[in-house]
């Protein structure tokens, strides 16, 4: 039997198995509870957060043997055959590739025509905002007043390509960033199911480095284990993806705001010469001051996110700098990062 990789093998297969969207997965339970179904939802967020895995849990929802239900039983040959990506009546089109108004109009030939053994032929276009104008304009009456056995599932990361029409006539969800707490518990969950023996450090650590996205922390993870075996420690998840560690963050910017040049461009030409990404560095610095800005002015905000440790060292740095003061710097370390995206050595913008 062939790998399969983390991020399909504990891919959701339940609204109670999403991670991080809450509010997502309670709105469609009552929704399928109540028989309040649109006919068009649109899921809007960035890579890996649960968008296509949401949409393939409604559909099993809907199309269930014991459905509608909440809690689909996933053993009943549609359920399978949704998991699978076989189902005839739950179609899976990637938008980059069927973009076109040719492949619309063959869709909305095909919508006419009754499921084959299903409660619902549902249609899930991924990336849709990669159609065409015209492919849009083609699905507007469809998409307005589609038959009664007929869903429409789309997901998008780029909300503002999509037609202010298409928008207007979907149920629009926003799927947020998984907070590294919720990732770090995923990739304990997995790793205990697994057998591996995963530094809490090390989990928060890559949770960290998948800046929200779930799916990057379980491929991160999957790439550790054959670096490593059943053992992973916070080194190895910085040596392997060249991250700097959180304490080094918080030291880097202790020198910043105490004024201490010498020092924090000695930190820099270390991580430099330790061969550290760079780019990441200054996101997490940018991430970092943006949390001591919150915790200036809310500081129980962060009590869920940072451990006790970090919130005192906050509330240190916190009395060495005024907010204006703080804004200009993530201000200029922000343009600075927009300016390193293109520069061939990243060195120069750490100035």
Known sequence: MSYEVFARKY???????????????????????????????????PRGIGKTSTARILAKALNCVKG???????TCDNCLEIAAGNSLDVLEIDGASNNGVEQVRELRENVRYAPSKSRYKIYI?????MLTTAAFNALLKTLEEPPPHVKFIFATTEPQKVLATIVSRCQRFDLHRIPAKLIADHLQFIAKKEKITLEPAAAHAIARGAEGGLRDAESMLDQLVAFCGDKISENDVLNVFGFTSEQTVVDLTG???????????????????????????MSDLISYLRDLLVFKAKPDALQEDVDPELQKVLAAQAELIQNDRLLDLIDQFAQAEGRMKWAPNKKLWWR
């Not at 276009?125 to 905002?129: C, L, M, S």
């Open 68 to 74: 509608p239900t909440v809690t689909p039983d996933g």
């Open 125 to 129: 276009i991924d990336e849709v905002h």
């Open 11 to 45: 891919r959701p297969q339940t609204f109670d198995d999403l991670v991080g969207q809450a509010h997502v997965s309670r709105t469609l339970k009552n929704a399928v509870a109540q028989n309040r179904l649109a006919h068009a939802y649109l899921f809007v967020g």
């Open 255 to 281: 020198k910043i705001l105490r004024s201490e040049t010498a020092p924090a461009l000695d930190v820099l030409y270390q991580q430099c010469e330790a061969g550290k990404d760079m780019m990441r560095l």
